[in-house]
């Protein structure tokens, strides 16, 4: 493994500074600074000048003591801490990589945000915390309060001094953003990742041409459910099975050209999507969909309702039994439902899938695809409140997050050891050790000592520090397609224009508003309300503070723009 070397350290006068403080302090690891041990671009040392004083050889510059900080991580249930070890393996050569000495808490992810907002309110807060999967989302409002109370470092003037960190696109920066202030480091998300897939093999079946259209969409949905596709004589597919994860709706959304959150009306004022005549246009197709059973209602044998069904419980699983004909969703998930169920069964074949894959559909306003959160989910953060209370100290953690990030660090956490947890094959790939090798190596359960460390990875990396062994690249059809069309349809993401602004109002009234959208819009899918119930619930957003925000963030938008 890469050892950094002690002389990547803080840029410029900051250096020197640092230089001077250890020599008249010592090595105290009770009250630590030092420099990063990552890499700032820029970085130098002190120049020395010619003096009548003797020669004497230089003294070399101290290695800096390793930080103590903590670390705060959501838990699935699986790592085991306490006695294993694996784990302390894990964290010894992370602490030795990094220069760090780091101590990880592990909360259950169920209860991680409550949590989180207790120590919040009362300022006893890990030093580096995985903060919300979208910096702006209602549910954790509480966190943007503490960022305007100055319990969290903006980050803005430090990211671009180290390597990896800096590699982090502007975009999506501005979208992690608050307000012009960088408190927190993204998590790299593929941004053209979301479209939808279907079954080609039924398609063909029926002698029918991949949709490209609205038109072509709905016919292969009623196909698919009225038409027995899988000639099995019985009335047991579906369309389209959705569950109760409902942005699977945004995804539709845009193909009909309604913003990601923010548009731009034609006198180029922000406005919300719920407010564009394509969001109503849209959800009345969708409404039509249901209404007509091309949507699970429950009117299918042994497929319930889509709001009985917990979010990303089953809906490979549908798919990839043969009941269902189309999903709409991440790429990858739908890639998933062929890999794991339609190949595994002896439906299909890796050269041959039966799933196609595709991005988007032509709905009259355009080429349009939904965006994958501004291109990132998940946040890491630095408190103020603990152990890092200075500048120097805050460049040593972002020096520890930026290592994280160098390949062989992305490795170690996600692969582990070669010959213990994984092994090369003749081409130099990595592959993992099956259960029965990892019980024969000693290693037992990579959950048990890993799982959950992914959370502090941020996933950008400068080509210098790139991963020494990876897995094999995509070789099914299906992933190469999939890997395509995330480098395709970069092009036609819909931009959020509001990105990076975060209103008052919507940080105390964004929970209340968004739950008068998603009550309206379920209810008018369902069939539950006509036309004019939506209308009022709209309205009733408006006046509840929807106003209010838009007004809000138009200033903010304007202010930006200036």
């Known amino acids: 493994m890469k050892k950094k070397l002690a002389s990547k350290v803080l840029a410029g006068v900051l250096a020197s500074t640092m230089v001077l403080s250890m020599a008249a302090c010592g090595d105290d690891s009770k009250d630590p600074s030092g420099s990063s041990s990552g890499t700032p671009s820029g970085s130098s040392t002190p120049s020395s000048q010619n003096t009548s004083a003797p020669e004497t050889q230089a003294t070399p510059t101290p290695k800096p003591a390793p930080l103590k900080i903590t670390v705060a991580l959501p838990s699935g249930g699986n790592i085991q801490p306490e006695g294993n070890e694996w ?61 305007d109370e100055g ?97 699977v ?54 497929i319930p309702d889509f709001m009985d069904l917990n979010p990303g419980a089953v809906r490979k699983e549908y798919m990839g039994t043969g ?11 739908i890639r998933k439902a062929e890999i794991s169920h339609l190949v595994k069964d002896g439906v299909s074949t890796e050269e041959d899938p039966a799933i196609e894959l595709a991005g988007y ?74 259960a029965d090798e990892l019980t024969a190596s000693g290693v037992g359960s990579k959950l048990a000592y890993s799982d959950g460390f992914n959370q502090i990875l941020a996933y950008y990396t400068a080509d210098a520090n790139a991963r020494p062994v990876e897995r094999a690249a995509a070789t099914t059809v299906i992933q190469k397609q999939e890997n395509q069309l995330y480098e395709d349809n970069i092009q036609y993401v819909v931009i959020n224009h509001g990105a990076g602004l975060i209103s008052s109002v919507a940080s105390d009234k964004g929970a209340d508003l968004g739950k008068i959208i998603s009550d309206a819009q379920l209810a008018y899918i369902k069939g539950e309300i006509t036309e004019d119930g939506l209308n009022e619930a709209l309205t009733r957003w408006k006046t509840a503070g929807g106003d209010d925000m838009t007004k809000e963030m138009n200033d903010l938008y304007k202010a930006s723009h200036k």
Not at 186 to 196: D, E, V, W
Not at 221 to 238: S, Y
Not at 275 to 282: D, L
Not at 384 to 399: F, I, M, P, S, Y
């Open 323 to 333: 009941k269902a004909g189309v999903m709409i969703q991440c790429l990858d998930e």
């Open 87 to 147: 784990y302390d393996k894990l964290v010894k050569e992370i602490n030795e990589y990094t220069n760090m000495d780091v101590t990880y808490s592990w909360e259950e992810s169920a209860t991680y945000y409550d949590q989180l907002q207790q120590k919040v309110q009362a300022s006893n807060i890990a030093d580096v915390i995985v903060g919300p999967n979208k910096i702006d989302d209602p549910n954790t409002s509480f966190i943007l309060k503490a960022c």
């Open 361 to 434: 559909l032509d709905c009259g306003h355009g080429t349009h695809v939904l965006g994958n959160d501004g291109g990132y989910k998940g946040t890491i953060m630095i408190s103020k409140v603990g152990n890092v209370k200075t500048e120097a100290q805050l460049l040593q953690v972002l020096g520890y997050l930026n290592d994280l990030n160098d390949g062989s660090m992305l490795n170690l956490i996600e692969y582990g050891w070669e010959g213990l947890t994984y092994k090369l094959d003749e081409n130099g790939n990595v592959v993992d050790f099956t």
């Open 151 to 247: 319990l969290f470092w903006d980050l803005a003037p430090y990211i671009d001094q180290f390597d990896n960190l800096a590699t982090i696109p502007e975009a999506t920066l501005a979208s992690c953003s608050y307000n012009g202030k960088v408190y927190a480091i993204p998590r790299s998300r593929t941004l053209a990742r979301n479209g939808f897939g279907y079954r080609k093999d039924w398609l063909d079946k029926k002698n029918m041409d991949p949709p490209t259209t609205w038109a072509e969409f709905k016919e292969m949905l009623r196909v698919f459910t009225e038409e027995d596709p899988d000639g099995d004589g019985l009335n047991n597919t579906q369309g389209l099975v959705v569950d109760g994860w409902q942005d």
């Open 249 to 302: 709706w945004k995804i539709i959304f845009a193909w009909f050209g309604v913003p990601d959150t923010w548009g731009l009306d034609k006198d180029g004022n922000l406005i919300y999507y719920t407010q564009t005549e394509e969001y109503k246009e849209a959800l009345k197709e969708i409404r039509d969909l249901y209404s007509k059973g091309y949507i699970n209602d429950g009117s299918v044998e042994g």
